[in-house]
């Protein structure tokens, strides 16, 4: 194409002065070079048909035309006609061609937009309705004083009930909202002061505006990326730039970003209007079915305050549905806000704490959880709780994080823990009672951890936190009894006795499970017996939730009554390890009552049963203890019953002490090893006796058909001695 610029002078004669009046006009002309001839290569032919189709060329100038035509057969352009060869300026220099990727807006004042500060009159209502018929400038003039008005709620009740602005403003909404920037926010403004009253929603949905604003969301952001692909198409071309052409080009990138601040207020109000309207069920299963969080994540790249405010405050009302999250996850929402939240993304603080409230709604999701990790938003969150103004949604998100195990260990940081124990052990009055129990639970699962529990005794504040817990805090005493499971519970040993006398003290049924649930962790053989026991008050607590589960009675208890029966079992093993508490414990009857936990069958759970025994097997690894329960006690004898009756698993344990009892009585030695010949001759002495039941039915002993009680232990060495009898006799 060939642009031919010129000047035309035209000469006017007025035949009655004889006045001859002269004109200076610029023009411009045109020139397909392709449609002029197919002899394309013959640039002389080419200027001479120039010539012809412009006569007021001198034809002096036909070898400039052919120069011109010459350098326009060399240059290279791309698929869209734009001229790939770069210019030289007449320093030299590269002068780039930058293409007018603005030129679809109208001229309409978008950038200097002339505001009307002149106040609305309602009176004339009609008047600017009739505005909305004319041009786009009347119509702008229309729709602002019209968006002024409607900021009223009586003024808004009006025009609700005048259909010819409510049809005259919702048409132009549907046939010029492309058109001009300024019209659209104007009407977006009215839509708005709609939508914040409830009872104009059904008017909104049934003129269909949330699909119309939808169209232009989405119309909006595609030209604003379409505008920076070609500046960047721009830029790939034309790597250096000569003063002159870097100042073209800066100029291009401010009017860019001042068209984009337009588009931001457009997108705000219509996100507005969307987020009030998203109350209804349908509304907000059509923007889901429209993917507006995708165009709401798009939008989270614009570095505006307001825009931001708006967009994370709707992406945070629309996570708390199922079908939101879904999408969320498809469109990488987390990355985009870890793109927000980044350090040095300059962003206000409502913007982040609308952030951290939608990452708390995301980190329910087990994906993405694993995104915030990926994203290393955990460091960034981790940051925000040292901020007042943060730190109790910060804290939620970290708990809720903390229930994932294996994210847990990801959040065991110095610097976190040592805030999180600052705040358990010093009394502020601006830290409410909900997030303390907040930090108290996030602790709680940190603590869980190996690695958890030795930062928080690197804090130096476990000491605090122990007087805390002594004193009836129950999340204190949690957070005690997990470190107590790990290898900082040498801690405890100086605070043992006192953890046993809050135990005795309280009335909290889960302060005192969580008490004995400590006292049966740590390593009691470094402790005093007697600073446990409490003269034997801790003794009475003990059998109370022993006596609950043997009972098996409906009692209003907040724990889990065979939870509650293994610690208490755990802390009588552990009390056990040392003789002068085996002692205690055996004096105070607890052999017996567990004994007839181990008779209960099947209304005992096996995991309550592991621990019985081996809190039997720690009793009789002492002689005295042993001696004891051999000559004065019926857990022999109980255990010789239970070992006929249970599994295989539990039988091996039985007969294991047995043997331990029967190496300190030479009684019980003879009877072990006539059970171990019945166990391990069990399917032989089956076999043989049905096949013989008839013949050996009616055999007695002293006169009765031995039998064992169902229902109490044997209780003789005369009853073992028939067994032995019956048998020889059997096998005979």
């Not at 013949?695 to 031995?706: C, H, I, L, P, R």
Request: with cysteine; aromatic share 8%.
């Amino acid at each position: 194409m060939l642009l031919i610029f010129g000047e035309v002078t035209l000469s006017i004669l007025f035949p009655v002065t004889g006045e001859t009046q002269q004109i200076v006009e610029d023009f411009k002309k045109s020139i397909c070079l392709l449609g002029l001839s197919n002899a394309i290569n013959n640039s002389d032919k080419i200027a001479k048909e120039i010539l012809a189709m412009c006569p007021f060329i001198d034809n002096s100038m036909i070898h400039n035309l052919v120069e011109v035509v010459e350098e326009l057969k060399l240059r290279e352009y791309d698929q869209n006609g734009m001229v790939v060869k770069k210019e030289t300026a007449s320093d030299g220099s590269y002068l780039p061609r930058f293409p007018e990727i603005f030129d679809s807006l109208d001229d309409e004042n978008v950038l200097d937009e002339s505001s009307n500060d002149e106040e609305p009159d309602f009176g004339k209502l009609d008047h600017y309705v009739d505005l909305l018929y004319e041009d786009i400038p009347h119509k702008i003039e229309g729709l602002n004083c019209l968006a002024k008005l409607s900021k009223c709620n009586s003024y808004l009740k009006e025009i609700s009930r005048h259909d010819s602005a409510i049809n005259a403003v919702f048409q132009t909404l549907r046939e010029d909202s492309k058109k001009s920037s300024t019209l659209t926010k104007h009407i977006l403004t009215i839509c708005l002061n709609f939508a914040r009253i409830r009872d104009f929603h059904e008017l909104l949905i049934n003129q269909k505006i949330p699909m119309l604003i939808l169209e232009i969301v989405d119309f909006e952001l595609e030209r604003c990326e379409k505008w920076k692909s070609q500046l960047l198409e721009i830029e790939a071309h034309d790597s250096v730039f000569s003063a002159r052409s870097l100042n073209e080009h800066q100029k291009k990138l401010v009017r860019l970003e001042k068209l984009t601040s337009v588009q931001n207020v457009s997108l705000k109000i219509s996100f507005q209007i969307l987020h009030c309207l998203s109350e209804d069920k349908g509304v907000r299963e059509t923007l889901h079915e429209n993917k507006v969080i995708a165009s709401l994540g798009d939008t989270l790249e614009r570095r505006d305050n307001e825009l931001l405010e708006v967009v994370t405050s709707f992406l945070q009302n629309l996570s708390s549905f199922r079908q939101c999250i879904n999408e969320m996850i498809r469109v990488d929402l987390v990355g985009q806000l870890a793109a927000l939240l980044k350090e040095g993304t300059p962003i206000s603080k409502k913007v982040v704490n609308n952030a951290l409230h939608l990452l708390y709604n995301l980190s329910f999701s087990c994906d993405l959880r694993e995104k915030i990790c990926d994203y290393e938003l955990i460091s960034i969150i981790v940051n925000c709780f040292e901020k007042s103004m943060f730190r109790e949604i910060t804290a939620r998100i970290l708990y809720v994080l903390s229930m994932d195990s294996l994210i847990r260990i990801k959040l065991a940081k110095p610097a976190l823990l040592d805030s999180l124990m600052r705040c358990l052990t010093t009394n502020s009055d601006t830290d409410t009672r909900s997030f303390i129990t907040v930090v108290a639970s996030l602790v709680l699962n940190l603590s869980r951890t190996r690695r958890g529990a030795k930062m928080i005794w690197e804090t130096n504040k476990l000491g605090l936190l122990i007087k805390s817990a002594i004193n009836q805090d129950f999340f204190a005493m949690k957070i005690v009894r997990c470190l107590a499971e790990h290898d900082v519970a040498f801690v405890l040993y100086d605070y043992a006795g006192d953890i046993a006398s809050a135990l005795i003290n309280s009335s909290d049924q889960e302060f005192v499970m969580e008490c004995i649930g400590i006292l049966g962790c740590i390593d009691l053989q470094k402790v005093s017996i007697q600073s446990i026991v409490q003269n034997g008050k801790i003794f009475p607590w003990l059998k109370q939730t022993l006596g609950y589960y043997l009972d098996k009675t409906e009692i209003d208890v907040s724990f889990d009554l065979t939870t509650a029966s293994i610690d208490v079992i755990l802390l009588l093993r552990n009390l056990s390890q040392v003789e002068e508490g085996a002692r205690l414990v055996v004096a105070e009857g607890f052999v017996d009552v567990l004994l007839k936990i181990s008779h209960l069958g099947s209304k005992t759970e096996e995991s309550v049963i592991d621990h019985i025994l081996l809190f039997f097997e720690t009793c009789v690894k002492h002689e005295s203890i042993s001696v004891y329960l051999a000559t004065k006690s019926c857990l022999p004898n109980g255990l010789l019953e239970f070992a006929k009756r249970t599994t295989e698993k539990h039988r091996g344990k039985a007969i294991s002490i047995l043997e331990q009892i029967g190496k300190f009585d030479e009684t019980w030695k003879e009877n072990v090893q006539e059970l171990n010949f019945l166990a391990w001759n069990k399917d032989w002495t089956d076999a043989v006796t049905a096949s013989s039941r008839s013949e050996y039915d009616a055999v007695s002993v002293n006169g009765q058909k031995f039998r064992f009680q169902d229902d109490s232990c044997i209780t003789s060495r005369d009853a073992i001695t028939s067994l032995r009898n019956y048998n020889r006799t059997f096998l005979l």
